[in-house]
């Protein structure tokens, strides 16, 4: 099947009637592994997707030979997401490491309100990229009071880097940002600060324009009385490189319930990232209701072994309250060097 064909319908790998939110793909060498390609995603607390209730066990997988047959291989991680949240799995196979698939992710204190609670960068490994995965009591972000949504990549000079989403509430706008730290070989342990990538700072990025967090503490704020303004920029992408040789990070904005998409960073003459969606353009992937795809975001990227770049991103597939599924999108380069996804065929 040609990657024209692979791309065009926007539809989800797996149609599932509960979320897969945050899917995150995890590409092997031919030969590594029963499958070539894995999809992680994050589940609801309460559902398996088929209208069970869902049983001890998180981030379910999907697995495929060539991207277009996709096959589930149910739960994949040792935990019980009746009773907290899991979210954002980043996979990564790392040779030479005794369990060498290894896992970072998040879990909240509880469900409901309390899933928004004591969010960390997390480490798990299995032997096998279809789990178990289990804990292995690394926490990389140890410093921090909410960080999600971890992606690993190499840096330029061959060095890992870690991106990751955390609160800045040190003045308004108050909101998600994300942030960069060199990361171990193993996975184990950043090696340096966080550094700024990017805060909120479009209209769109709102989240939520009154909202009330009474677990979170911010100078000034009584939540017996007060409601903030949150705006949100989250599931960063990095590792990207432009045609034109720029560093190019990926990114979500806005309300994963309401409006929501994807924007990029890029890097300028100077070396600056600059934030190019903005004003209503440059958007890598948003919502298209002609094609009853909307919301689209947090999404992981890769390069097939053919050469053609893809976005792995949820959306919500023929209405906007309909659960996010994970799909595949291609993504090209446009005359400027901007990335962007284009409609389907």
Known sequence: MSSSERVSSFRPIFPETADQGDPYLLALPEGVAAYRF???????????????????GAFPAFASHDLVTWTALGPTFQGDATRHAFWAPCV???????????MLYSHGAGIGEQAHIGHVIRRADSERPEGPFIDTGHVLTPDTDFAID?????????SLRMAYATDFVDG??????IVEAAVSDDLTRTLSPPTLLARPSEEWHLFDGARRMPWKQIPGVDWRTDTVRWSTVEGPVGGLVSPRGWRVYLYSGGCYFGFYAV???????????????????????A??????FHAPGHCSWFRAPDGVEYLVTHARFGSET???????????????????????L
């Open 38 to 56: 894995y999809v992680y995603v994050t589940r609801d607390e309460t559902s398996d997707g088929r209208g069970g209730v869902a049983s001890a």
């Open 92 to 102: 990564r196979y790392v040779p030479g490491l005794d369990r060498p698939y290894v």
């Open 150 to 158: 971890a992606d690993v990549y190499p840096a330029p000079d061959g």
């Open 172 to 177: 308004e706008p108050y909101g998600t940002g």
């Open 263 to 285: 924007g990029a960073l890029v890097e300028d003459d100077a070396g600056r990232l600059v934030n190019v969606t903005r004003d209503g353009r440059h958007f890598v992937l």
């Open 287 to 292: 919502s298209m209701p002609e094609h009853g």
């Open 322 to 344: 309909a659960p996010r599924n994970a799909c595949l999108v291609e993504l090209r380069w446009d005359d400027e060097g901007l990335p962007y996804c284009p409609p389907p």
